[in-house]
């Protein structure tokens, strides 16, 4: 009975003191006398001024820290914060060390980051160093997880003060986030892994990027990384991945590069280029919408496309392909199939804006460009194969370009010259012919047919050619079996060139 009362009386006695501590804990002068000892405490640690408003310590694990601010070591204001509320497992921490906060949450965040110059240490340097252990031959293990951070109404701003500020443009020496807000649960952190899902993070940044929403899932370790539902929200354009996965292999702590390996799975998006502005400004004007779709796996050396579709609202502009590339460190080798490559001349005229290069004039002439079939590089050589449409008519080519060496087949019922090459003397041209030469078409060889070709009023039918063209003169068969006459050489002809443009006589040698 004796024992009872005495573990009755002990218990009680424990209960009070908590319930005096914790009434005591909730007096305003109390609140304010321990603000100002972990001021002391955690400014000597810094070795820097440090200021705390107010502590509110709740139910057995819970604190709230009120009127932040933490001075640099040139006595500017650094880190503030309205409010800084956290809940931590204590009974957790001192059984395993592992630090477990079950929620967080950091209201009115202020942080003014600077460097004075590229090479000097930026004002929060001594804060990471006095926080760092002086103890260099032993290693404590981190064990950190976050069931709950919210950050309300904060903001960052950095400065390299030596460099140039670029207006209107993002600038990674200059950087400036404001309306910050954020929602994060840290499952895990420790030395070799990472489990963090972004439930959403949105900011404005003073350049003009405004982010309405980041969110993700990752997970990481020393072999694979696994990214998942990936969302990316700007002020007119999203960005969605259902998964990317990357495996590699760490040696000494750096990247093996030729370990990498990763599959980027249901990529979609709707791009505003314009969004995008402060990162590139040409993309200003480029107010027009972009669907894209994606699905690729690739390692260091390759890529295996196994979708790509890009389209404006309209589809006047669409690529829709699938292939892959190959010896990438090196000389890359590529195939790619097209259902289809469409190309507006309006897409034509802002690739020209952008790159600020001048259209080639020919590109400029045939206007809206539709193509279906193949293009790949292999063994040096460039191949196309396929369907080319144009406003200046349509043909199946199969080309092969291989330095300056070409040869191809053509094939057309309708390709008007005059549009092409900007010049009235022609007109259509019909042909079914395989040529081969080079690039600067000083020798060329013909065999074929042509079924109609417009020149000076005039249009020449049944053409047959089977022959060579090479300074300037022309070798082989030449046969023309035209309504208004027939006409079969086989020989030389020289001066080529400028009889066609009426400035010689055309010199012959035929039987």
Same mark, same amino acid.
């Given at each position: 009975?004796?024992?009872?009362?005495?573990?009755?009386?002990? $218990?009680?006695?424990?209960?009070?003191?908590?319930?005096?501590?914790?009434?005591?804990? =909730?007096?305003?002068?109390?609140?304010?006398?321990?603000?100002?000892? $972990?001021?002391?405490?955690?400014?000597?640690?810094?070795?820097?001024?440090?200021?705390?408003?107010?502590?509110?310590?709740?139910?057995?694990?819970?604190? %709230?820290?009120?009127?932040?601010?933490?001075?640099?070591? +040139?006595?500017?204001?650094?880190?503030? &914060?309205?409010? %800084?509320?956290?809940?931590?497992?204590?009974?957790?921490?001192?059984?395993?060390?592992?630090?477990?906060?079950?929620?967080?949450?950091?209201?009115?965040?202020?942080?003014?980051?600077?460097?004075? +110059?590229?090479?000097?240490?930026?004002?929060?340097?001594?804060?990471?160093?006095?926080?760092?252990?002086?103890?260099?031959?032993?290693?404590?293990?981190? =064990?950190?997880?976050?069931?709950?951070? $919210?950050?309300?109404?904060?903001?960052?701003?950095?400065?390299?003060?030596?460099?140039? +500020?670029?207006?209107?443009?993002?600038?990674?020496? =200059?950087?400036?986030?404001?309306?910050?807000?954020?929602?994060?649960?840290?499952?895990?952190?420790?030395?070799?892994?990472?489990? %963090?899902?972004?439930?959403?993070?949105?900011?404005?940044?003073?350049? !003009?990027?405004?982010?309405?929403?980041?969110?993700?899932?990752?997970?990481?370790?020393?072999?694979?990384?696994?990214?998942?539902?990936?969302?990316?929200?700007?002020?007119?354009?999203?960005?969605?991945?259902?998964?990317?996965?990357?495996?590699?292999?760490?040696?000494?702590? @750096?990247?093996?590069?030729?370990?990498?390996?990763?599959?980027?799975?249901?990529?979609?998006?709707?791009?505003?280029?314009?969004?995008?502005?402060?990162?590139?400004?040409?993309?200003? &004007?480029?107010?027009?919408?972009?669907? &894209?779709?994606?699905?690729?796996?690739?390692?260091?050396?390759?890529?295996?496309?196994?979708?790509?579709?890009?389209?404006?609202?309209?589809?006047?502009?669409?690529?829709?392909?699938?292939?892959? $590339?190959?010896?990438?460190?090196?000389?890359?080798?590529?195939?790619?199939?097209?259902?289809?490559?469409?190309?507006?001349?309006?897409?034509?005229?802002?690739?020209?804006?952008?790159? =600020?290069?001048?259209?080639? @004039? %020919?590109?400029?002439?045939?206007?809206?460009?539709?193509?279906?079939?193949?293009?790949?590089?292999?063994?040096?050589?460039?191949?196309?194969?396929?369907?080319?449409?144009?406003?200046?008519?349509?043909?199946?080519?199969?080309?092969?370009?291989?330095?300056?060496?070409?040869?191809?087949?053509?094939?057309?019922?309708?390709?008007?010259?005059? @549009?092409?090459?900007?010049?009235?003397?022609?007109?259509?041209?019909?042909?079914?012919?395989?040529?081969?030469?080079?690039?600067?078409?000083?020798?060329?060889?013909?065999?074929?047919?042509?079924?109609?070709?417009?020149?000076?009023?005039?249009?020449?039918?049944?053409?047959?050619?089977?022959?060579?063209?090479?300074?300037?003169?022309?070798?082989?068969?030449?046969?023309?079996?035209?309504?208004?006459?027939?006409?079969?050489?086989? !020989?030389? &002809?020289?001066?080529?060139?400028?009889?066609?443009?009426?400035?010689?006589?055309?010199?012959?040698?035929?039987?």
């Amino acid at each position: 009975k004796k024992l009872r009362t005495i573990i009755r009386w002990g $218990v009680w006695t424990i209960a009070g003191l908590y319930i005096t501590t914790i009434v005591l804990l =909730h007096i305003p002068a109390v609140q304010t006398f321990l603000a100002q000892q $972990v001021s002391d405490a955690a400014g000597n640690k810094l070795g820097t001024e440090v200021r705390v408003g107010r502590i509110d310590l709740g139910f057995i694990n819970r604190f %709230v820290l009120d009127d932040i601010l933490i001075y640099d070591q +040139s006595h500017k204001k650094m880190l503030s &914060a309205s409010r %800084v509320g956290a809940r931590v497992d204590l009974l957790h921490l001192l059984r395993t060390g592992e630090i477990n906060i079950s929620s967080a949450q950091v209201f009115g965040l202020q942080a003014e980051l600077y460097k004075k +110059s590229k090479d000097s240490k930026p004002n929060y340097q001594f804060a990471l160093d006095s926080l760092a252990s002086k103890d260099t031959t032993s290693h404590t293990p981190l =064990h950190l997880s976050i069931n709950s951070l $919210v950050i309300r109404h904060g903001r960052i701003k950095y400065d390299c003060l030596d460099s140039p +500020s670029t207006p209107n443009q993002l600038n990674l020496n =200059h950087i400036n986030l404001s309306d910050i807000s954020s929602y994060l649960i840290l499952h895990k952190l420790n030395d070799t892994s990472v489990w %963090v899902d972004l439930r959403t993070l949105s900011f404005k940044e003073a350049a !003009g990027l405004e982010v309405k929403q980041l969110a993700f899932d990752l997970k990481a370790n020393q072999q694979q990384a696994t990214l998942r539902d990936f969302v990316f929200n700007s002020t007119n354009s999203k960005i969605g991945l259902s998964t990317l996965q990357i495996s590699y292999k760490l040696n000494n702590k @750096k990247l093996d590069i030729n370990s990498l390996r990763y599959d980027i799975k249901n990529f979609k998006a709707l791009i505003q280029p314009s969004d995008f502005t402060s990162i590139f400004p040409d993309l200003k &004007a480029l107010t027009a919408s972009y669907t &894209a779709s994606l699905d690729v796996q690739g390692t260091s050396r390759s890529i295996k496309v196994k979708q790509i579709n890009i389209a404006d609202r309209s589809f006047s502009t669409q690529i829709r392909a699938k292939g892959w $590339v190959s010896n990438l460190q090196k000389k890359p080798t590529w195939d790619f199939s097209f259902s289809p490559l469409k190309i507006s001349s309006n897409t034509l005229q802002t690739v020209a804006k952008l790159t =600020h290069k001048p259209l080639p @004039k %020919v590109l400029n002439n045939i206007g809206n460009v539709y193509y279906h079939g193949t293009f790949a590089h292999t063994a040096g050589k460039y191949i196309a194969k396929g369907q080319l449409k144009t406003d200046a008519g349509a043909l199946r080519l199969s080309t092969v370009i291989h330095g300056k060496n070409i040869q191809g087949t053509i094939n057309t019922t309708g390709l008007n010259i005059a @549009k092409v090459l900007d010049n009235n003397d022609f007109g259509n041209l019909s042909t079914n012919i395989k040529v081969e030469g080079n690039t600067n078409l000083s020798h060329i060889v013909a065999k074929g047919d042509i079924s109609s070709f417009y020149y000076k009023g005039y249009t020449y039918k049944n053409i047959h050619l089977d022959g060579s063209y090479k300074n300037d003169i022309f070798t082989g068969k030449a046969a023309i079996n035209d309504p208004n006459g027939r006409l079969d050489i086989d !020989g030389k &002809a020289a001066n080529v060139m400028a009889f066609i443009q009426h400035k010689g006589k055309l010199s012959t040698d035929i039987s």
